[in-house]
């Protein structure tokens, strides 16, 4: 690997995995990722890698919705919303934190930054949806902040209109963020 994650204590990062996106009846609804981010996390956890869970949530009164406002799916992503909280699918575990941002970055808005620094990780490992909005932007804005970030191939879904999932990992694994397969990040932080 290209990133360094021996002496960075990287967090993982768990984006936008909430029933708005991914449930059931969401646009994102892929249970391979959810099965991979479900596989991944355990490990994670066991080779003393925090977890944080990112959601894109707003406030109550959507007075932060910005452009997303009038969108059918606006109501379930105020913070209060039951499906703006995470799946019931994917396996949270009591020491996972979490934050919340209003913008595809999980950086943006959002305490993301003061977490890290207490948590003492320079490095983030991105899991969740979507390849081309979330993970990407998040990659961007981690690059523009000095944190090295990798994204886990298996664990990152795109949204059902992103056709071009290889082009997509390939910039970000260009201008942003090192994309690797779960098994190589796992061995690289150990």
Known sequence: MR???????PAVLVLDMQSVFIGADGPFD???VVGAVNTFLPRARSAGLPVIVSCY?????LSDAGL???????????????????????????SDLVCH???????????????????????????GVSIN???SSTARDAFARDIPAVVVKECVAPAP????????????????AEVAGADEVLTAVN
């Open 57 to 61: 949530t707003l406030r109550d009164d």
């Open 161 to 176: 209109w992103e056709e071009h999932v290889d082009l997509y990992l390939s910039i970000v694994d260009t201008w942003g």
């Open 133 to 135: 909005n979330a993970v």
């Open 30 to 32: 892929n249970p391979a």
């Open 101 to 127: 941002h209003n913008r595809p970055s999980a950086f943006f808005r959002s305490d993301l930054e003061h977490v890290l620094k207490t948590l003492g990780s320079r490095a983030i490992i991105l899991t």
């Open 3 to 9: 990133t360094q994650l021996t002496s960075t204590r």
């Open 68 to 94: 997303l406002a009038g969108q059918p799916f606006i109501e379930d992503m105020r913070r209060g919303a039951a499906r703006a909280a995470v799946d019931p699918r994917v396996e949270v575990a009591d």
